[in-house]
């Protein structure tokens, strides 16, 4: 067969099959809207590269990505340079994460090309093809909804020589799961629904994952099963927003805490924890069962956003600070051992300094013991897009430092009020200086100890006796490694 390398990508070849003396060749059928072409001979990438930007939803996006690429027969490489295959799996949410993706796929365009390069991810779905005017080199583009569909573009990629993007709105629920190539050897991430339909004036999660698609209990089951009977000690469910599992399909008569005693009873599973929540959709219901289930960890991430009404009411948060309180304080009644996350965003357009102050107490009143804040950026194809962003920066960064000098100080407080008393540690690996063992309580406090390799995925008692920043520092008290069972 002779053959002559595509002068597009260096691992496709081209040319006829036989003894040069006949023209034999290979009859495809190309999809309808690609026009005529020389028949291609390819050999596939060898390796790839991947870098994901964002969420938890982004890295279990990655596992399955990955996973696929494995089962096709190619291997990952830590090596962006010489990857046959890279991929970017991209953010929308936060301006930071969209200019770090544009950056590099710049850099990678004044370079000679020598590999294929796809993004997927938010950003795949809220520029679509308009990133293939900006970076003529990127070869396709594919949405959060079509992660089945990596494959096939793959395979048209290297056949027409042409870019493809596949960016369908909706997500169709046929996705593998169980291909996902894991990272981690103790704690796993579990999607339960996709999408989101509350419509946040800020947010591209509803344009760039589309409204929510709840994933049938059984499937979510029996991942869980499998996971726990290759030694997983823990399972984190996750979701745009997770306690809208089930609101789509009232057929089924399985709503999100019934969903969780499902999982509570697969014999030996062992912590479970949710992400994300949406304040009105978190129900009495929710509590009881964090209350009541044994594998059910007592952390909640109860995002508030903004403390004042108004700006509340402009995100389109649709509820009330007074509402908002009502179910924290409900919470705590519940299982008042219980620790709190929040989200939230500073300097939003019109936002006064009286109710940025009305946050600040908030954050106070509530001692959240962990916090994600953010400096207000406008996000193309939102309805805060349209107003003018009219909170100086300066005045955003100096809201968003008084926040988080806040919260470091509540977190203080936290961590200290914990000092001498033995918690439950699932220890999760070495920490980065490879000393120290790592892991998390409960309740989601960080916690470093010294002990063997052995007993990384067991559970053992740790007296903490101080700490650094957010992360305790303890001793073990527990001699033998307790497994979960």
Partial sequence: ??????????????????????????????????????????????????????????????????????????????????????IYNTCSIRDLAERKVMGKLGQLGRGKKRHIIGVTGCMAMAKKDSLFRK??????????????????????????????????????????????????????????????????????????????????????????????????????????????????????????????????????????????SHPVDITRELMLAIRDLPSLCEFVHFPIQAGSNRILKKMHRIYTKEQYFEKVAMLTEIVPNVSLGTDIIVGFPTETEEEFLETYQAVHDIRYSVGFFYSYSPRKGTPAMRWKDDIPDEEKQDRLQR??????????????????????????????????????????????????ENLIGTLQQVKMNSFSHETLIGERICQSALKIL
């Fill in 1 to 86: 067969m002779a053959v002559k390398s595509s002068k597009r990508f260096p691992n496709i070849v081209e040319g006829h099959i036989g003894d040069g003396s006949s023209k034999n060749t290979i009859e495809l059928t190309p999809p309808l809207h690609i026009q005529s072409f020389s028949i291609m001979i390819f050999r596939e990438p060898k390796t790839y590269f991947i870098r994901t930007y964002g969420c938890q939803m982004n890295e279990l996006d990655t596992q399955i990505i990955q996973g696929q690429l494995e089962k096709r027969g190619l291997a990952f490489i830590d090596d962006e340079e010489n990857a046959d295959l890279l």
């Fill in 135 to 276: 970076f003529p080199h990127l070869d396709f583009v594919v949405g959060t909804n079509n992660i089945t569909d990596l494959g096939t573009v793959l395979d048209e990629v290297l056949y027409t020589q042409r870019q493809v993007y596949k960016t369908d709105d909706r997500f169709e629920e046929n996705l593998d799961y169980l291909v996902a190539k894991r990272d981690h050897n103790v704690k796993a991430f579990v999607s339960i629904i996709r999408g989101c339909d509350k419509f946040c004036t800020y947010c591209v999660v509803p344009y760039t994952r589309g409204g929510e698609v709840s994933r049938p209990a059984m499937s979510i089951i029996e991942e869980c099963k499998q996971l726990v009977d290759r030694g997983y000690q823990e399972i984190t469910l996750l979701g745009q927003n997770v306690n809208s599992y089930g609101k789509d399909k009232p057929e089924w008569n399985c709503l999100f805490h019934d969903l969780l005693y499902q999982i509570d009873r697969i014999p030996g599973m062992g912590r479970v924890r949710f992400l994300t």
């Fill in 403 to 452: 926040l988080l000098d806040l919260q470091a100080s509540v977190t203080s407080e936290i961590r200290a009020s914990m000092l001498g008393q033995t918690y439950e540690v699932l220890v999760e690996r070495f920490n980065k200086d490879g000393k120290m063992l790592k892991g998390r309580t409960r309740c989601w406090k960080k916690v470093i100890f010294e002990g063997p």
